[in-house]
């Protein structure tokens, strides 16, 4: 079937090509599938009114997929790539739950088209749900809003007539990059309330605990959580996932700054998961550990690797535990960089203490760090003793080796 404005849609079983090269192709795209699942668990808890879920600009369609297994909704997958386009239908076809899905190969960016399949397909007018992964220019740390493809304006003001508005504006979850810019991100909610004005939304911040901010979405009407700007995300190996959000109230730039403190013996101090700071939730943090805001010292040296100085231990119940790495206590510190050289010294310190493995958490060159923790457990191996970590101090170039709390 293909529309007067050119959209096909894209039925075949099975590909004329090797699905393998398809899939090396794409999986530079690809959402894992651990984030596309628990978007589609979340998802799946709004209160979505009746309509298709839309995603116009597909990839492999992986997102697609989940929504289609979690939401009792029928899925339109809409991708300008031929190739692509085959995958996601290929991919559908061989999932359990394939019927409720269809693909259009064709520009997103063109409702009225799109929409004549869909409506002809699955006799729904009107989309509930709209899933946004534009593709941005490949090989940049940085890139313009007006550089995403589909574009964010042109794509939102067409499907403006055939989307679902409530009272708190249209479930959209635009999945952008986690580098965007504070003044990026303004330039993107002014699009969204261009279109849909008195939109609520909400910006979530997602790790996977890999010392990074893995994800940033930006979510509206039903989807976004009334009340809060921000959001963070721990998601988890197993699926289960962990939150904190603010509760309207004004996020922490204006007035928490980062120390350039220097630790001491016996200092408390937390390796904290970088979306804390990042979604600007370090009051909302710190109000959850007992403290006023502004009340605890920051050590922001390394932007993967903020460190929080606290009073007392973050006890496993509590809300923020998630989003704290590790904990432990100050007892010695390397006055040296760390290579082959400084090694033994580290280790000394270590057994002096009765620590028996070494976390590195610290910047290290790639190539020295296998050499490293190698070296380290050769020497330490034979050690009965507590797990310790090693991290930047705040007010010098030395290095921190600190006891893990026990959990
Ligand atoms: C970042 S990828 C989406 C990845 C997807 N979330 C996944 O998990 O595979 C963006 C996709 O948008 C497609 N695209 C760009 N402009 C488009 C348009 N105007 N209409 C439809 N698709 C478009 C690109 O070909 C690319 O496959």
Redesign the pocket.
Known sequence: MTSETGHKLVESLDLGVDPRAIKKE?RR???PKSV?EYRAKISSKANLPEGVIL?????????LLAYSKYLDRPCAA????PQ?ADFCAYQFSKASNNSSVITIC????DAQGVMSIVESKTGQTSICMLHV????PMDTQKHAVSEM??SLSVLLESWSKYIHVGPDGPAMTL?LSPRLARQQMSEIEDIVLGVFPCTSMTWEWLSRGGGRVDRLCLQTGPLADIGSASRSVRLWNDGSFSTLQDNGDILDTPYLGWSNYKLCLGDLVALIDPVIPKSGLRGVFEECAGYARGELVWIGKSERRPLALLHEEIHSGSEIRPFVVTQGVVVGRLASKLDLMSIDSLASLAMKNNIATVQLRCSLEPRLHKRTTDRLSQILGQIHGSPGFLIEDGGSDDLVLCKELEV
């Open positions: 794409v795209l690809v959402t596309s995603d116009p600009a597909a990839g492999s369609g992986g997102q809409v991708e300008l790539s692509r064709g520009d997103g960016t992964d534009p593709a941005r493809r589909p999945d």
